[in-house]
């Protein structure tokens, strides 16, 4: 049965601070949204996503190829209204509603709630209340609660699809959650296990709990390269996939591009797969002469095939010349090109080693290089 996943994102979120509403702030390198929409979209039992926006951002869709982004009402049920609306011409059999300042949720919590719909017409998870419970009144203590039975809800709330329309279209609004307009509808909701990590963005010091949260789920992974190539006859060098004029060229298989091919080692490395020569042996002549960003396309597909990101790499090139500096700008531009990042991603710098050694003597350039791969 088909689950599709509906996340609002209509509010403004004043309470938790920021020039722009909290969905839009960067946490871990993404705005929240990005990252709450990537748990659903991950999700091997979720699709499709609907993304409801205030009408304001809806300039914001295109960040969202995959997804159905819809303008949102006044009112947070208005808003899940229009989000089921947007599924109502090709029905799924359940949905899953989720407030988008949840970007913690775990493929637990997602699978459990979905389980669970199996069995009962809704689904939420929530925590048992474990702290006493107090009433008060202008800050002083006036009585106590019991807290047997109490829970902290959480979303994703679940429910079959047809329920939850037709409880919404019912309902007469103002309610705080769903699983209210699915209550007031006569429909049972089982309470699935929450979890404490499962936050909800609400005022500026959660901000930092879900950047911990949320750097703890990444697997990073760092790799390095190392590359040697010796000078011979020539009248240029090929670095970073820029051509730079000079008195020899660097000897090689291929084009002999010593900083790319550090790049592309490292970037094997990081995900533990081998080298260049084991994915392109110069015993294979149809290497012969090619060009580099062969070999680093390759790694970067090999990387993001396995739901790898590139988060930064570093480049330094080693020798007395050509001088690199006036290059380094169209190196980087070159690399960023190839690996479809931004540039600000990519760092390219030389260094000599003072006139010693085999590069000291200009026998040759040397590179290492350095790259990150994030995964969430």
């Given at each position: 049965?088909?689950?599709?996943?509906?996340?609002?994102?209509?509010?403004?979120?004043?309470?938790?601070?920021?020039?722009?509403?909290?969905?839009?702030?960067?946490?871990?390198?993404?705005?929240?949204?990005?990252?709450?929409?990537?748990?659903?979209?991950?999700?091997?039992?979720?699709?499709?996503?609907?993304?409801?926006?205030?009408?304001?951002?809806?300039?914001l869709?295109?960040?969202?190829?995959?997804?159905?982004?819809?303008?949102?009402?006044?009112?947070?049920?208005?808003?899940?209204?229009?989000?089921?609306?947007?599924?109502?011409?090709?029905?799924?059999?359940?949905?899953?509603?989720?407030?988008?300042?949840?970007?913690?949720?775990s493929?637990?919590?997602?699978?459990?709630?979905?389980?669970?719909?199996?069995?009962?017409?809704?689904?939420?998870?929530?925590?048992?209340?474990?702290?006493?419970?107090?009433?008060?009144?202008?800050?002083?203590?006036?009585?106590?609660?019991?807290?047997?039975?109490?829970?902290?809800?959480?979303?994703?709330?679940?429910?079959?699809?047809?329920?939850?329309?037709?409880?919404?279209?019912?309902?007469?609004?103002?309610?705080?959650?769903?699983?209210?307009?699915?209550?007031?509808?006569?429909?049972?909701?089982?309470?699935?296990?929450?979890?404490?990590?499962?936050?909800k963005?609400?005022?500026?010091g959660?901000?930092?709990?879900?950047?911990?949260?949320?750097?703890?789920?990444?697997?990073?992974?760092?790799?390095?390269?190392?590359?040697?190539?010796?000078?011979?006859?020539?009248?240029?060098?090929?670095?970073?996939?820029?051509?730079?004029?000079?008195?020899?060229?660097?000897?090689?298989?291929?084009?002999?591009?010593?900083?790319?091919?550090?790049?592309?080692?490292?970037?094997?490395?990081?995900?533990?797969?081998?080298?260049?020569?084991?994915h392109?042996?110069?015993?294979?002549?149809?290497?012969?002469?090619?060009?580099?960003?062969?070999?680093?396309?390759?790694?970067?597909?090999?990387?993001?095939?396995?739901?790898?990101?590139?988060?930064?790499?570093?480049?330094?090139?080693?020798?007395?010349?050509p001088?690199?500096?006036?290059?380094?700008?169209?190196?980087?531009?070159?690399?960023?090109?190839?690996?479809?990042?931004?540039?600000?991603?990519?760092?390219?710098?030389?260094?000599?080693?003072?006139?010693?050694?085999f590069?000291g003597?200009?026998?040759?350039?040397?590179?290492?290089?350095?790259?990150?791969?994030?995964?969430?």
């Amino acid at each position: 049965m088909t689950t599709a996943a509906l996340i609002v994102a209509a509010g403004r979120g004043t309470r938790a601070g920021g020039d722009v509403p909290k969905q839009w702030q960067i946490v871990a390198g993404r705005m929240v949204a990005e990252h709450t929409v990537a748990r659903f979209a991950d999700h091997p039992k979720v699709g499709p996503i609907v993304l409801v926006l205030h009408p304001d951002d809806m300039e914001l869709a295109d960040r969202f190829p995959s997804v159905i982004c819809v303008p949102g009402g006044a009112t947070r049920d208005q808003s899940v209204s229009e989000g089921l609306n947007a599924l109502i011409e090709t029905p799924p059999a359940r949905v899953l509603i989720h407030d988008v300042a949840r970007p913690c949720i775990s493929d637990r919590i997602i699978s459990e709630v979905i389980a669970a719909l199996d069995t009962s017409p809704g689904a939420a998870p929530a925590l048992a209340v474990t702290d006493a419970l107090w009433r008060g009144e202008n800050g002083e203590v006036t009585g106590t609660q019991d807290r047997e039975g109490l829970y902290r809800a959480q979303t994703p709330q679940g429910f079959r699809f047809a329920d939850i329309v037709a409880a919404h279209r019912a309902h007469p609004g103002g309610a705080a959650d769903d699983v209210e307009v699915a209550r007031a509808a006569g429909l049972t909701v089982a309470i699935t296990e929450g979890d404490e990590q499962n936050i909800k963005i609400t005022t500026p010091g959660d901000f930092a709990r879900a950047e911990n949260i949320l750097r703890g789920q990444m697997d990073i992974r760092t790799g390095q390269g190392y590359d040697v190539h010796a000078f011979e006859e020539g009248d240029h060098v090929v670095l970073c996939g820029v051509k730079i004029p000079h008195t020899k060229k660097l000897k090689g298989h291929s084009d002999a591009d010593v900083g790319m091919h550090a790049l592309t080692d490292a970037i094997y490395g990081a995900l533990a797969d081998g080298d260049i020569g084991q994915h392109f042996p110069p015993s294979d002549l149809q290497w012969k002469g090619a060009e580099s960003d062969i070999f680093l396309r390759h790694a970067v597909s090999r990387a993001t095939d396995r739901g790898y990101a590139i988060a930064n790499v570093d480049v330094t090139l080693i020798c007395e010349r050509p001088k690199i500096g006036p290059h380094a700008a169209s190196m980087r531009e070159a690399l960023a090109g190839i690996m479809g990042v931004d540039i600000d991603r990519v760092s390219v710098k030389a260094t000599t080693s003072e006139r010693l050694g085999f590069t000291g003597r200009e026998e040759g350039i040397a590179s290492m290089a350095v790259a990150t791969l994030i995964k969430e």
